[in-house]
């Protein structure tokens, strides 16, 4: 059997999914009715996802929404950011770019504000805008080897000087059902490419396919299979690994369809969507911080190793520190903070490699000698000293 290109039998299902719905694309999605009543049918009806990434959006955030389709995650993450916020939509195919354009007008003045843009690349490379190189090729024909370095050398310039989406500016990057379209051999730098673009602190919510085994080979070469997004599905606890690998932290899944979207030679194949965040590269720091893990189980291990157990109080680094105490760790763990915080220009290094509790002397102070009073407990309708008797 020959090799399918992938990527080509994509374009061609999608484009034609863009002119008359497709029912059998993807899996059926319940959205807020709320923001649906803004969007026209005709977006609604050519949209196919598994899920709904843009309930995790927040006011006021940029959000890069990847394979956006017929936009209609790009429409209701704009209402949800308001006009303070941003959204940017990248999809391959231009006939569901034409189509996500056609209402952007029409749905801006419905909601009020317009504050979404479409660029046509591919989501493996963020950095180079294709109509862009579209241009330019226009402007220098290719028509020798010499022509085609040239150009290739006029993208590396462009992609180096003015990338299309620019490193660390993205707030949330958000896509349905899309990543599983990439090619195998491009999929480490999608990952990769999701990880540049992110703020330090930004997070990723992603809708997509998954298989409870892996795909065999004649499966993944059925065209049919592959554009309707079933045989390029990533094994899911691979798909978890592929963040993780790629810098990720807190990577967890929100939401897991209990039955299978489809099964394939007892393959079964559902949709999943995932939570991480970036931010945990950078030097690790000393400044005597501790963490309590509140349970329920009896000790945890996070992705670099760190050992938590529950009740005690471990030694964590500064970076450590302000991961463990903001989303998604913070309801689960108890901070402690040292008496008298030492400064940032003043913190040694701190071997994150080891795992161990925290002295008390080391977040109190060896010379804390203080005794107070004992507190007295509070009865709800005692406050204070009144007398409450009878």
């Known amino acids: 059997m020959a090799l399918i290109d992938t990527e ?30 803004a969007i026209p049918q005709e977006i609604l009806d050519r949209d196919y996802g598994c ?42 195919n231009p006939s569901m770019l034409a189509l996500a354009r056609k209402y952007q007008k029409a749905i801006a003045e419905r909601i009020g504000w317009d504050n979404v843009t479409f660029h046509r690349a591919r989501i493996q490379d963020l950095a180079t805008d294709l109509d862009a190189l579209e241009r330019l090729i226009a402007e220098r024909p290719v028509k020798t080897l010499e022509d085609y370095e040239a150009v290739e050398e006029a993208r590396r310039k462009m992609v180096a000087s003015t990338p299309l989406i620019a490193d660390n500016s993205i707030d949330i990057v958000l896509s349905n059902c899309v990543l599983n379209l990439v090619r195998p051999e491009d999929k480490g730098q999608l990952f990769r490419e999701i990880y540049r673009v992110l703020k330090r602190g930004g997070r990723i919510a992603i809708s997509d396919i998954v298989s409870d085994e892996e795909v065999p080979a004649h499966l993944r070469n059925d065209p049919d299979l592959w554009s309707g997004c079933v045989s390029g599905a990533f094994q899911e606890r691979e798909f978890l690994r592929a963040f993780e690998e790629a810098g990720f932290y807190g990577i967890h899944c929100v939401k897991r369809d209990e039955a299978p979207w489809q099964t394939v ?65 913070r309801d689960q763990i108890i901070p402690i903070p040292p008496r008298d915080e030492i400064p940032l220009d003043q913190a040694a290094p701190f071997d994150c490699a080891r795992s161990a509790a925290r002295h008390p002397f080391e977040t109190k102070g060896r010379d804390y000698k203080e005794t107070t009073a004992a507190t007295a407990a509070q009865d709800p309708c005692c406050p204070g000293d009144d007398d409450c008797s009878g």
């Open 8 to 37: 080509q039998e994509v374009l061609k299902r999608y484009a034609a999914a863009s002119q008359s719905p497709e029912g059998a694309l993807c899996c059926a999605v319940s959205y807020d009715p709320k923001y649906l009543a």
């Open 51 to 92: 899920g709904d990434p843009s309930e995790y959006v927040r006011d006021g955030e940029t959000v890069l929404d990847l394979g956006s389709g017929s936009a209609k995650i790009c429409y209701i993450a704009s209402q949800i950011v308001g006009p303070t916020g941003r959204v940017i939509g990248i999809d391959f």
């Open 265 to 329: 030679d007892g393959i079964e194949f559902r949709s999943i969507t995932v939570i991480a965040y970036k931010g945990k590269d950078g030097p690790c720091l000393e400044r005597n911080q501790a963490v309590i893990y509140q349970g329920p189980w009896s000790q945890v291990h996070d992705d670099d190793g760190h050992v938590l157990e529950r009740g005690v109080p471990m030694a964590v680094c500064d970076k450590t520190f302000r991961i463990y105490t903001s989303e998604p760790y």
